[in-house]
């Protein structure tokens, strides 16, 4: 099971994708912006970080790289895409999911391990979680505020398009508290916080069992795996 | 400004009685002579922009160089046996075994963050980060020590807004792991804030990459970001200066920071070394082209010829000075072999970095530069960067000390009952210096990268370095300019062992010290007899230790009119660990826990925070230093983590055993109950002492009951003191010191963690 990471210019998290998809027992395939290849791979992940510095809008310029045509043609096709923060945004730039991101309504950037709610888990990421799984993962951005006008909203709750839903804080004044989105095929999943930032003991968020322990991101990965096996 | 005639070395021979404006670029007429004097000749207008902003006290050190020495001199042979590159180099490289090296240094950026502090912090970031690029390593993690004006002053939540967005812009985007650092207020910080910045990159031993040009006929290539007006003139005179009041604005020579630019640049750097493209590198900072041709070029072979027109320019009208003097964000110089330029130029441009070729290596013993076919600069580059003035500028011992030092809090009278007891702990744990700094880590993104083994509030950092092994390292920053004011020998010795006992706490073994020396101006001998003592004491602390300074900054003329800041001299500890998977965090997590105090406690409140926070007082003297005692508790809870026997250590340090309890049931939200009276009748101290006394070389841990026999039998056998003092207690939700008070963790959360945001503003989620 072969899965791409793309390196935008400004990735970030594209190594801790790389190693999530590792620990998930997958082929992790690094991927670059500006080639128009994608290594035959089975899925893609794009990662967190400043693409182009997010410039002119956050994703806005990595929507048009070379790479992300295929990205939408494969997408179209049915190929598991997913979508991490800056990934997410790059998504929502690119026409693949709905609506837009716009900076905190705090006005700053923030950095917190964050309770989700599983909403929806009738896609390649979601489908090793619990519908309603209540799960922790970090969260970290300062241009995370989901915002759709009125009938996209009513559209993607009406349609049950809404994957993650912040619990118990709303850390960027997102509308209905959304953290994560699917398309309507089911394929391509974004969200603002970092599952690859929790899936390996002692590198995620502190649990009421250990330091450091939680792995919530993990099932995310390893969700894809089979998948793409079933396929 | 297109019609600028540059002033040609001819032009300087044939015409020596020019006027020149050298007062303005920072040099005092003694020096403009001695240029002269080196030259045979007056300078051209390039060379005395490159010897103005080379000898500015930022770049040559000028006033501090003749005690840096001792760094140098006070070395044995057990602090250099890590140590593959000391002081000297862009950043000291210590070996930490299976290959692995790492390099790590603190740089201050304090002058530029008063007057734009945004741009000033993000800068700051930006060029420590890129001179742990330049030896060779990938950057890993980065931390930062801040010094700010009184809480509550109307100016500081501008400073502190700006600073911590300015660090949180640049490195979060740089996808480096902020992982720890201290933040302080104090009125003596008010109109000079310290922003110092520390970063830590990794390398195998191969990779290592000096700062050198040798190979005559080599290429030097200037490459990322092109080089624009912004910051010139910035390090002679935003360092070298201070803020006098009603002087003119001095915003357009603070650099603006793009950290988009600079993490191309890294992962650009990374494939041209891996690439072996590189002979030689340099980063660009203060001084910009004039620092980095000169030091490349005295390191080297002597000799390097330039054609400045070649530098790629953001801003087409800037003239030959501007342009040596720019400090423009994000730029590196590298040397490389001919062959190598096609390989060289692949690299930056699969990564979209701009390069362009200046010159190349000459073992002529000149660096010439060129500009509009004419030479403009025509110096011996040793000149420039190394053989700058060297001033043994006079000290005198601070008139006001002795009357500080006899002001001793002894006067105040001790609390007996629990209430006051209680109501001084909360005080202590709510005073600006002592309350959770979560406003500030908050911005901050320490999961990048996925090593980070330990983070904000633990009292080290810890970075996975090698995922196989888990080889790491774990690093600390510590400064208390209170104790320094007191006195400064001592004070920079406290630094130093607070900061090695915290990394000792995480588990780690210390290795290294980089050290960021912030003082007022070298000019007031009670500032310069300051800093001498501080160093001295500095050095003599890392002798006795057995763990040698690497590299560091210093920064002078920190004050405001003519108030000088507090001492700070802000010592960062490097350690190493076999495998992160034995860290230790600052606070328990199981039920049941015993929790022993390792050490022993006097009565030393002079500098404490007891002192500050509630009795408004800074007079006496600091705590004492015991080097033997610090390095076998650094021992013990070596072994003790090693072994798995000890479950967490809180190091003490400011606030004492009290603050260290309320650390260790913040930190998870597990309660605990303790007991003072044995503290009391061992150590022969009172039982304010016995809370708030700040007595070095000490230690609180959990030890499991299972291994409680273990625990004991390692403390007696390495002769460390050891009481039980406590037991962890999950279900009651609340600290209780026995038979004086108790306070419920809500409460006590609430006290700690309410300063900053009553200031600046809620922390997001409460």
Redesign the interface.
């Known amino acids: 099971m072969r899965v791409g990471v793309i390196t935008f210019p400004g990735s970030l998290d594209d190594r801790d994708a790389l190693r999530a998809i590792r620990l998930a027992g997958g082929d992790a395939v690094s991927l670059w912006h500006g080639d128009h290849d994608l290594h035959g791979v089975d899925a893609i992940v794009l990662p967190g970080g400043f693409s182009y510095g997010d410039y002119l809008r956050c994703g806005a310029i990595a929507a048009h790289s070379p790479i992300m045509s295929d990205v939408v043609d494969a997408a179209n096709k049915g190929m598991p895409v997913l979508g991490i923060c800056n990934g997410f945004q790059v998504l929502v730039e690119a026409h693949l999911l709905a609506g837009g991101l716009i900076r905190n309504d705090h006005g700053t950037f923030v950095r917190r391990d964050q309770k989700l709610r599983v909403e929806n888990v009738d896609t390649p990421w979601t489908s090793g979680y619990t519908q309603g799984q209540e799960i922790t993962i970090p969260l970290k951005n300062g241009e995370g505020g989901f915002i759709a006008d009125d009938e996209t909203l009513r559209q993607l709750e009406g349609d049950g398009l809404v994957a993650f839903r912040y619990l118990n804080v709303n850390p960027n004044g997102s509308l209905n508290d959304i953290a994560g989105l699917r398309n309507a095929r089911g394929n391509v999943v974004g969200l603002m916080p970092h599952p690859e930032h929790a899936v390996e003991p002692g590198f995620g968020p502190d649990t009421p069992a250990a330091m450091s322990s939680g792995t919530d991101g993990l099932a995310m990965f390893q969700s894809v795996l089979r998948a793409t096996v079933l396929s | 400004m297109t019609d600028h005639i540059p002033d040609t070395v001819e032009n300087a021979a044939a015409t020596p009685d020019k006027d020149q404006p050298y007062h303005l670029l920072g040099l005092k007429p003694d020096e403009y002579q001695q240029i002269g004097d080196i030259l045979g000749r007056r300078p051209t207008s390039g060379e005395l922009a490159m010897y103005s902003v080379m000898w500015s006290e930022h770049c040559s050190y000028k006033s501090s160089k003749v005690h840096l020495r001792q760094f140098g001199q006070k070395v044995s042979p057990e602090m250099t046996k890590h140590l593959m590159v000391g002081m000297g180099e862009n950043a000291g490289v210590v070996d930490i075994g299976e290959g692995w090296a790492v390099t790590f240094k603190i740089e201050s950026h304090n002058h530029p963050s008063y007057i734009e502090p945004f741009q000033g912090a993000a800068t700051g970031v930006g060029g420590i980060v890129r001179d742990i690029i330049s030896m060779g390593a990938r950057p890993v993690a980065v931390m930062d020590a801040l010094r700010f004006g009184a809480i509550d002053h109307p100016d500081t939540s501008r400073v502190v807004n700006g600073v911590v967005?300015g660090i949180?812009?640049y490195g979060?985007?740089?996808?480096l792991p902020n992982i720890g650092g201290e933040t302080w207020f104090d009125s003596v910080y008010q109109a000079n804030p310290l922003v110092n910045a520390l970063a830590v990159g990794a390398l195998r031993h191969e990779d290592l990459h000096l700062a050198n040009a040798k190979g005559v006929g080599n290429l030097v290539v200037l490459f990322g970001a092109r080089t624009g007006g912004d910051g010139i003139g910035g390090a002679s005179i935003l360092a070298s200066d201070t803020f006098a009041e009603g002087g003119p604005t001095k915003r357009p020579a603070v650099q603006v920071g793009?950290?988009?630019?600079e993490?191309?640049l890294i992962?650009c750097c990374l494939e041209l070394f891996a690439g072996g493209c590189v002979e030689g590198i340099q980063d660009l900072g203060a001084a910009g082209i004039s620092c980095a041709t000169s030091e490349l070029a005295s390191n080297g072979d002597g000799g390097m010829h330039i054609t400045l027109d070649n530098v790629l320019l953001r801003d087409p009208t800037l003239t030959a000075e501007e342009i040596l003097m720019s400090e423009s964000q994000e730029r590196m110089m590298a040397v490389i072999r001919p062959d190598k330029l096609d390989a060289f130029l692949a690299v930056t441009t699969?990564?979209?970095v701009e390069a362009s070729v200046l010159g190349e290596v000459t073992d002529s013993g000149r660096l010439v530069i060129e500009w509009k076919g004419k030479t403009i600069v025509d110096v011996d580059p040793r000149t420039v960067a190394i053989d700058g003035p060297v001033y043994n500028r006079p000290m005198a011992y601070p008139a006001w000390l002795d009357a500080l030092q006899a002001d001793s809090p002894a006067k105040f009278a001790r609390a007996t009952d629990g209430a006051e007891l209680k109501s001084q702990f909360l005080t202590v744990l709510g005073s600006p210096n002592e309350a959770d700094t979560d406003w500030i880590t908050?911005?901050?993104?320490?999961?990048?990268?996925?090593?980070?083994?330990l983070h904000t509030p633990d009292g080290a950092g810890m970075i996975?370095i090698d995922?196989e092994s888990g080889l790491g390292v774990a690093l600390a920053t510590d400064a208390n300019g209170r104790y320094c004011q007191l006195d400064p020998y001592v004070g920079a010795q406290l630094a130093l062992v607070e900061s090695y006992r915290n990394v000792a706490s995480s588990g780690a073994t210390p290795l290294a010290v980089s050290d960021c020396l912030n003082f007022g101006s070298p000019e007031n001998p009670e500032v310069m007899w300051q800093f001498a003592r501080a160093v001295e004491g500095l050095a003599d602390g890392c002798m006795e230790l057995g763990i040698p300074v690497t590299g560091g900054n210093v920064s002078f003329y920190n004050q405001t009119g003519d108030v000088p800041i507090h001492p700070t001299p802000v010592v960062a500890v490097l350690g190493s660990i076999d495998n992160?998977?034995r860290r230790l965090?600052s606070g328990w997590?199981d039920e049941g826990e015993n929790l022993y105090l390792l050490g022993v406690t006097g009565d030393e409140l002079g500098g404490s925070a007891w002192a500050g926070a509630v009795h408004d007082h800074l007079g006496g003297v600091p705590p004492h230093v015991d080097f033997t005692a610090e390095k076998e508790l650094a021992g013990l809870l070596g072994a003790a983590a090693h072994e798995g026997i000890v479950t967490c250590a809180v190091d003490l340090g400011t606030g004492g055993f009290i603050r260290a309890v309320a650390d260790g049931v913040l930190r998870?939200g597990v309660g605990a109950r303790v007991w003072i009276d044995e503290i009391v009748s061992r150590d022969g101290v009172d039982t304010t002492a016995a809370l708030f006394s700040e007595t070095q070389a000490r230690a609180l841990v959990s030890v499991a009951r299972e291994d409680d026999v273990k625990f004991r039998g390692l403390c007696d056998g390495r002769n460390v003191p050891v009481l039980r003092v406590g037991v962890t207690d999950r279900r009651s939700g609340e600290l209780e010191v026995q038979g004086l008070f108790s306070i419920e963790l809500e409460q006590l959360r609430s006290v700690h963690r309410g300063t900053l945001p009553a200031q600046f503003?809620?922390v997001?989620?409460?």
């Open positions: 967005s949180s812009f979060n985007c740089l996808g793009d950290p988009f630019a993490k191309v992962e699969k990564w979209d908050n911005q901050y993104d320490y999961y990048v990268m996925g090593n980070t083994a996975r995922e992160v998977a965090p997590q998870f503003g809620p997001v989620g409460g």
